[in-house]
């Protein structure tokens, strides 16, 4: 709405106020042939330069409002501020104009001239809006290597000078590249005519032949080649795919306040911290002659440049981890952690790809694997490595039937022995002496269920506390009421080998909310010894592969319904020095193939000696 200010004409005199708000109002309205007509201008050349400045702008709104009129005589001088909303990602445009009136035999007319539209808008110079982007920036891991590659991308976009019309051929384009026109156009609009305005990026590699020669026949279309971070080399599921790449477009996939053409963060950690690896655009209005040159800047604001990111993945046990699972036909995960701080070192998934985010989000029941928490409380109340309980096949814990791998142990083993070879059953009947509260207690301490946060979509874990026997045993031996993530699972035996819980971090100086936790001292010990056990005697044999710095760990099967198909779900969980880790592998119910311990074994192996060789005394020593 117009506002209007005070005037200093008087009362009894013609006021030139009705001519100036009357005008004022029109071309805020868009009703450009009125507007002209209270001017001494060419009406259709007049409302031709009006409507050329809300295009050349790509203005979504304009508010006008009178301010003071100066009077001398004939002539006055009106002054006008201006509103001009340059679109949702971009500023408003404020300043001042001035107009001036000459009194005729009719009345008031505003004395036209391209200053009425700006003060410094001269005769024959056109608006145009420009954006320096700055390039994307780059996601390190902890040794500042880069975890994205330069990716050779071709730019699709247009010279607006040379398009015969501008509608017709950003809807061909668009039309060609699958895109919504309207955004494009929007750009386009507002743009230097005389510059190349990128639009559309799509990976070279994916752009055929027949793509780029259609492109060329539309007037004023053209690509330029470019090469910018957008696809990443290790870590696909942490770090994340950016738009304009494959098939992922910014005009349609994207919401929020981006041009055509932009890069933005699909998911990951490049849509977590998109505004830092991104930064944002430096817009100018300025003002251009004829020929498309710049003649003046008649507004700035300045943009942020990107920064980079420093991740705590390390390279060598990622790409280590990544090809550990290679081999692997169908789902699996490996997530490693340091188990004296929580910092993420590795998390990989199979498939590989930007939306297999499982490393941190599947939700899993963690099945034997869990022994390592159930044993934990057992030993917290009493239970010692050398309590025995029979592993047969089969046992009944009130109505609910448990089994256990293979054809089960001979005699009545010790708690070492059913340990090493994961027994359900023994595990189900010794289920007897821990109850709920105690169980629910020691799954807190190893982190399972708190509330830590990650900067990307993650999984803590859920634990329901029980109180009657069935439910116990089941959640004992992890078929029920805990469900898990492999990241949670890698933190548990962090937890283990370094006497206390720490919660994870990606990020190279996030701050974390969630207090380390340490554990019980008195538990510590026996329970580092029965996960030696698997390795040297029992389920994990395969892993025995050092002496004087042993793995340990716990194996894990679980049938479990996942995208409404059974699996068996295979778990290796332990550390090995100061590296803790948990692999996870779904498999067909019929595979007994140990694909969980072999690529656990594959991961140790593959990776170098200094990864692995901390003493582990001088872990257990932090206890």
């Not at 508010?63 to 004939?74: A, H, T």
């Not at 005729?104 to 007319?109: I, Q, V």
Request: hydrophobic share 40%; glycine share 10%.
């Amino acid at each position: 709405m117009i506002v209007v200010a005070a005037t200093a004409a008087c009362a009894a005199e013609p006021s030139p106020e009705v001519a100036v708000r009357s005008f004022l109002l029109n071309w805020q309205e868009g009703d450009y042939e009125s507007a002209a007509r209270h001017t001494d201008g060419d009406t259709a050349q007049v409302a031709e330069a009006l409507r050329q400045a809300h295009d050349q702008l790509d203005l979504a709104a304009l508010r006008l409002s009178l301010r003071p009129i100066e009077m001398d005589g004939d002539t006055a001088t009106a002054e006008f501020g201006v509103e001009a909303d340059l679109g949702i990602g971009d500023p408003v445009w404020r300043y001042t104009g001035s107009m001036p009136l000459t009194r005729t035999s009719s009345g008031w007319a505003i004395n036209w001239s391209p200053a009425v539209i700006h003060p410094e808008l001269g005769e024959g110079e056109r608006l145009a809006v420009t954006y320096d982007v700055p390039d994307r920036g780059q996601i390190h891991d902890r040794n500042g290597t880069a975890l994205v590659s330069e990716t050779e991308v071709t730019a699709f976009g247009v010279r607006p000078a040379d398009m015969a019309d501008m509608t017709e051929g950003i809807n061909s384009l668009a039309e060609l590249l699958g895109e919504d026109p309207e955004p494009l156009l929007n750009r386009v609009r507002s743009a230097p005519p005389e510059e190349f305005q990128p639009l559309v990026l799509k990976r070279t590699a994916d752009v055929s032949s027949a793509l780029l020669r259609d492109v060329s026949k539309i007037p004023g279309a053209e690509t330029e080649e470019r090469k910018m971070p957008l696809i990443p080399d290790l870590a696909a599921g942490v770090v994340g795919e950016v738009a304009g790449t494959a098939e992922h477009k910014v005009s349609n996939r994207v919401s929020g306040p981006y041009q055509a053409g932009d890069t933005v963060g699909l998911n990951g950690l490049q849509s977590s911290f998109q505004q830092l690896l991104a930064g944002t655009a430096t817009t100018r209005i300025v003002t251009l002659d004829a020929s498309g040159q710049e003649t003046g800047v008649l507004a700035t604001w300045t943009g942020v440049e990107s920064g980079s990111l420093t991740t705590t993945i390390d390279s060598t046990v990622q790409e280590t981890a990544e090809q550990s699972l290679a081999t692997i036909d169908g789902t699996a995960y490996l997530v490693a952690v340091d188990a004296r701080s929580g910092e993420i070192l590795a998390a990989a998934g199979q498939p590989s790809g930007t939306a297999n985010d499982g490393a941190f989000t599947k939700q899993y029941r963690p099945g034997e694997a869990f022994t390592i928490v159930s044993a934990a409380a057992m030993l917290a109340g009493g239970t010692t490595l050398d309590t025995t309980a029979e592993c047969p096949r089969e046992t009944k814990v009130g109505n609910r039937t448990f089994t256990t791998n293979g054809s089960g142990l001979l005699g009545t083993p010790d708690l070492r022995t059913n340990f090493a070879y994961s027994c359900t059953t023994a595990f189900a009947e010794l289920a007897e002496s821990v109850d709920g509260a105690l169980l629910a207690r020691t799954a807190q301490q190893f982190g399972i269920g708190q509330p830590w946060r990650l900067p990307v979509p993650a999984f803590s874990g859920e634990f329901v506390e029980v109180w009657d026997a069935e439910s116990v045993a089941a959640t004992v031996v992890g078929v029920d009421n805990v469900t898990v993530s492999p990241l949670g699972m890698a933190l548990v035996a962090g937890a283990v080998a370094d006497g206390r819980w720490h919660a994870p971090r990606l990020v190279e100086g996030e701050q974390v909310d969630v207090e380390d936790i340490a554990l019980d001292s008195q538990v510590l010990d026996p329970l580092r010894e029965l996960m030696l056990t698997p390795v040297q005697q029992g389920s994990a044999g395969a892993l025995n592969i050092d002496y004087l710095n042993p793995v340990r760990g716990q194996t894990g099967t679980v049938q479990q319904e996942i995208d409404g198909e059974e699996k068996t779900v295979q778990w290796f969980v332990g550390y090995q020095g100061n590296l803790a880790f948990a692999v996870v592998v779904e498999t067909e119910p019929s595979y007994t193939y140990q694909f969980a311990v072999n690529s656990a074994l594959s991961f140790l192996q593959l990776l170098p000696d200094s990864y692995t060789a901390a003493d582990a005394a001088e872990s257990e020593g932090n206890a």
